[in-house]
């Protein structure tokens, strides 16, 4: 029996995991709900969202995901002047400052923001050893473009 499955080039040969690359410590975005009100943290993801509405004063806000989910970040225009580059350029970014919670709203205001997206340059997509996985077939294979 052969193994189909698409992914089959990303399994390990050697029996260790793959060595990805690693966001410096950060907590999880699904994991914002623990730490209280007021606590310092650093979260860390792909930029998804970046919003600077014309009302908001100079505020601009992002929206970073990981694997476990989206953490909201507002930047305050101060915070914005010191970190512009990485807050315009940045694909991944690490954030850290103060949870900011209202009933079931999270956000991180941000004190620092750093641009890591050098970590996504040394993903890299394994060529396959059997050639391209096979074409999905059934109601899924309709839906592609």
């Known amino acids: 029996m052969t193994d189909q ?18 966001p410096p ?3 999880a975005a699904g994991a914002l709900d623990v730490p209280p009100d007021g606590a310092r943290v ?8 970046r919003q600077r509405p014309g009302t908001a004063k100079g505020v601009i806000f ?13 930047v305050w225009a101060k915070v914005f002047e010191r970190f512009r580059r990485a807050v315009i350029a940045g694909r991944c970014l690490k954030v850290t400052g103060r949870l900011q919670r209202d009933g079931d709203v999270v956000h991180l205001v941000a004190e620092r923001v750093e641009d890591i997206s050098a970590l996504l340059d040394e993903i890299v997509a394994l060529p396959l050893p059997d050639g391209p996985p096979p074409a999905p077939s ?8």
């Open 5 to 22: 499955s698409p992914f089959r080039h990303l399994r390990p040969t050697s029996g260790r995991p793959p060595s990805w690359p690693r």
């Open 25 to 27: 410590r950060c907590l």
């Open 42 to 49: 650093a979260v860390a993801g792909l930029v998804i969202c």
């Open 62 to 74: 992002l929206t970073l995901e990981d694997e476990t989910g989206v953490a909201n970040i507002v």
């Open 138 to 145: 059934g109601p899924e294979a309709r839906c592609a473009p």
